[in-house]
């Protein structure tokens, strides 16, 4: 989130909402306390609703910040649930405008997949998606195969939608955000105070012995991909995800509209790019 806002003050990308996978208790506010940190405390806030993955960090940053920083989201209740926000927003955007990035699990993907008309549109969802969604980047998968925490956690949601989506797909796999440690910079910069996301890297990389010179950087690759393409930073592969119901993957090279990432640029060059927008400090409007 802290990279999508800093790509939103640069002019790059206009966020139309913000949307969680997950049933934390924590979800909805965490959102709202870095969407205020970021002077845009009005950004609509999605939670997934009906059977869903529970999972709250297991480093309790979650909870250490919705304590220590300004938010009007208390709990998730006060949100939407995001069927409906996706269904609301898509309805109202111009055709073939929008990209939907997705760094969790493909939960609201496969309720919008499955979606029938309602107040906001005439269109199921699969209708409504081919016509207002541009692309959908993930980052989820191993290339060319394995299996990926955000795939494999909903198995079922993640089959309906890389078996079914109606646009191109762009796939930031795990290998990829692996090799890019992030987040050391942050954490030592003086200058960052009173920072939601210095406070959540402070806490979570002295817990884990593989973060010693950062945090792998899987959800960072793809909202970078998500706003500015792949290029320079990385080639694609076409082809076509295939997910098993044990939630593994395997790459279809003879399919057509699905894409992973390849390393291009250097991975220290994507890390300095990375850390640097994390680093971004708000902007007042």
């Given at each position: 989130?802290?990279?999508?806002?800093?790509?939103?003050?640069?002019?790059?990308?206009?966020?139309?909402?913000?949307?969680?996978?997950?049933?934390?208790?924590?979800?909805?506010?965490?959102?709202?306390?870095?969407?205020?940190?970021?002077?845009?405390?009005?950004i609509?806030?999605?939670?997934?609703?009906?059977?869903?993955?529970?999972?709250?960090?297991?480093?309790?940053?979650?909870?250490?910040?919705?304590?220590?920083y300004?938010?009007?989201?208390k709990?998730?209740?006060?949100?939407?649930?995001?069927?409906?926000?996706?269904?609301?927003?898509?309805?109202?955007?111009?055709?073939?405008?929008?990209?939907?990035?997705?760094?969790?699990?493909l939960?609201?993907?496969?309720?919008?997949?499955?979606?029938?008309?309602?107040?906001?549109?005439?269109?199921?969802?699969?209708?409504?998606?081919?016509?207002?969604?541009?692309?959908?980047?993930?980052?989820?998968?191993?290339?060319?195969?394995?299996?990926?925490?955000?795939?494999?956690?909903?198995?079922?949601?993640?089959?309906?939608?890389?078996?079914?989506?109606?646009?191109?797909?762009?796939?930031?796999?795990?290998?990829?955000?692996?090799?890019?440690?992030?987040?050391?910079?942050?954490?030592?910069?003086?200058?960052?105070?009173?920072?939601?996301?210095?406070?959540?890297?402070?806490?979570?990389?002295p817990?884990?012995?593989?973060?010693?010179g950062?945090?792998?950087?899987?959800?960072?690759?793809?909202?970078?991909?998500?706003?500015?393409?792949?290029?320079?930073?990385?080639?694609?592969?076409?082809?076509?995800?295939?997910?098993?119901?044990?939630?593994?993957?395997?790459?279809?090279?003879?399919?057509?509209?699905?894409?992973?990432?390849?390393?291009?640029?250097?991975?220290?060059?994507?890390?300095?790019?990375?850390?640097r927008?994390?680093?971004?400090?708000?902007?007042?409007?």
């Amino acid at each position: 989130m802290a990279v999508l806002h800093a790509l939103a003050d640069s002019g790059s990308v206009k966020i139309l909402a913000t949307i969680g996978s997950n049933q934390s208790r924590y979800l909805a506010p965490v959102m709202d306390v870095i969407n205020t940190y970021f002077h845009r405390p009005n950004i609509p806030i999605g939670v997934v609703g009906g059977r869903a993955v529970n999972l709250a960090a297991w480093q309790s940053w979650d909870s250490l910040l919705v304590a220590n920083y300004p938010h009007d989201t208390k709990s998730n209740a006060q949100a939407e649930t995001a069927l409906a926000l996706y269904r609301r927003l898509l309805a109202a955007q111009a055709d073939q405008s929008v990209t939907i990035v997705t760094v969790g699990f493909l939960t609201n993907l496969a309720d919008l997949l499955l979606s029938k008309p309602d107040r906001y549109s005439a269109l199921n969802g699969m209708a409504l998606i081919k016509k207002k969604v541009k692309r959908l980047v993930c980052m989820a998968g191993r290339f060319p195969q394995g299996k990926e925490f955000n795939v494999d956690r909903d198995p079922v949601s993640s089959k309906i939608v890389f078996d079914t989506w109606p646009t191109v797909i762009v796939l930031s796999g795990w290998e990829i955000g692996q090799a890019i440690y992030t987040g050391l910079p942050l954490i030592q910069n003086q200058g960052i105070q009173n920072s939601p996301i210095k406070a959540a890297f402070v806490k979570a990389i002295p817990m884990a012995k593989e973060d010693a010179g950062g945090r792998m950087s899987w959800d960072q690759t793809a909202v970078l991909v998500a706003v500015k393409g792949h290029d320079p930073y990385y080639g694609v592969i076409e082809g076509r995800f295939v997910c098993a119901e044990d939630g593994s993957n395997r790459w279809d090279e003879q399919g057509r509209g699905h894409f992973y990432l390849v390393e291009k640029m250097a991975v220290d060059q994507v890390k300095d790019l990375l850390d640097r927008l994390m680093m971004h400090q708000p902007i007042k409007k």
